[in-house]
């Protein structure tokens, strides 16, 4: 069990290493299913498998997720069981994401060891549907998925669990100081120069008034493949959202700049920051003051992923899910850069009231 706060330091392996066999082995004497398929999904630290079950008493297939959570989560015991409870609690109010399956020890989690060490090991319900990165949404889409991240953030407000008192993980907003420390695998001087100068711009305007700032329970890692998606009449709409294992206890603000840093990425597309801001201010009104520092907080998040991505990719060169945002990232970083702050949030804020849209129901409300 960790003592206190910690964050992940730079040189740390914690990824599980495990064969197939031994996945077998785990869905057999833990869950009491055989595997019809197996198939490993993208993942950063932790290790994700869709498992596919035959169902006789049904025309479709059983599937779930799998997930071998690394070392460095794995030791706090209180993280896993705030996790398993935000799902449940999302699932009972009606919101699509994945719902953690009770083991032969009547558990939700249990704790393996492995060559790499001691892992959770958990098992998810499969959230059928497409994630967002494989489609190309359009401004309704964008404006639908803001409104979901407020309504989202608005009902995580009756949520509590006391794991996420004290709760610290390198991913988030709050942890931009210590992502300093990887910034040894940034090998272009002049790109390290540029993070560390923003950065330091984070940590001066926004850690100094932070505790200013409204802040409750948040989902922390909003992108374009935790999104799922479906096809309805011939529209793309918003399903449910999957991946709560970045959830903490920060600023909405911090949840609003990481959403769009992520649909800046995919769309290439600067404006789709102002249809996004404006679904979710159409929610939960944003402050002047939040407002003021959502592009720095969004160029960090930029700064952070790319920094971290590119460690992550150093560490195990044949995870590529790892450079996922990184080459994109960048490039957009380098368009925040050329822009002024206040022509970028005039140019944002002018989309948003702008933006005309009849507000449909969203499967958070």
């Known amino acids: 069990m960790m003592n206190g706060p910690q964050v992940l330091k730079p040189g740390e392996r914690i990824t599980v290493v495990v064969t197939i066999g031994e996945i077998y082995e785990i869905l057999k004497n833990l869950y009491g ?12 630290d932790d290790k994700n498998y869709k498992v596919v079950v035959h169902n006789p008493n049904s025309n479709n297939d059983d599937q779930y997720v799998l997930k071998l959570m690394n070392s460095w989560d794995s030791q706090n ?22 719902k953690p399956v009770m083991n032969v020890n009547g558990k939700y989690y ?27 949404p359009g401004p309704a889409l964008y404006y639908q998925i803001g409104v ?20 610290k993980l390198i991913w988030m907003l709050d942890s931009i100081p210590n992502v300093k420390e990887f910034l040894i695998a940034i090998e272009d001087d002049e790109k ?11 940590e001066n305007r926004v850690l100094s008034v932070s505790n200013t700032l409204e802040k409750g329970m948040i989902h922390g890692d909003i992108n374009e493949q935790n999104i799922i998606v479906q096809s309805t009449d011939d529209k793309w709409e918003l399903k449910g959202l999957i991946d709560f294992g970045d959830c903490n206890r920060s600023c909405y603000l911090f949840e ?34 939040e407002y003021s520092l959502l592009k720095i907080c969004i160029m960090s998040r930029l700064c952070q992923s790319y920094t971290i991505g590119v460690y992550s990719y150093l560490q195990h060169p044949n995870n590529t899910y790892v450079l996922s945002s990184v080459a994109d990232g ?18 944002w804020k002018l989309i948003a009231d702008n933006y005309e849209h009849v507000v449909e129901p969203s499967r958070a409300s």
């Not at 960048?330 to 140019?347: A, C, G, N, V």
């Open 148 to 167: 979901y991240v407020a309504e989202l953030d608005c009902l995580l407000k009756d949520f509590y669990h006391p794991a996420y008192d004290s709760h």
């Open 330 to 347: 960048w490039e957009i970083l380098t368009r925040l850069r050329e822009e002024s702050e206040k022509d970028t949030l005039s140019k």
């Open 77 to 98: 015991v209180a993280l896993v069981e705030g996790q398993n409870s935000i799902m449940l609690f999302l699932n009972s109010n009606g919101i699509t994401c994945p």
């Open 33 to 44: 299913i055989v595997p019809k398929s197996l198939i490993e999904l993208n993942g950063y």
């Open 110 to 136: 249990s704790i393996e060891r492995f060559i790499s060490g001691k892992h959770c090991v958990r098992l998810l319900e499969y959230v059928p549907g497409n994630i967002l990165k494989e489609i190309s």
């Open 256 to 289: 609003l700049a990481i959403t769009i840093t992520y649909m800046l990425i995919l769309s290439k597309d600067l404006d789709v920051a102002g249809y996004v801001f404006a679904g979710y201010n159409s929610v939960r009104n944003v402050t002047n003051e």
């Open 192 to 202: 390290g120069k540029i993070i560390n100068s923003i950065l330091n711009e984070f």
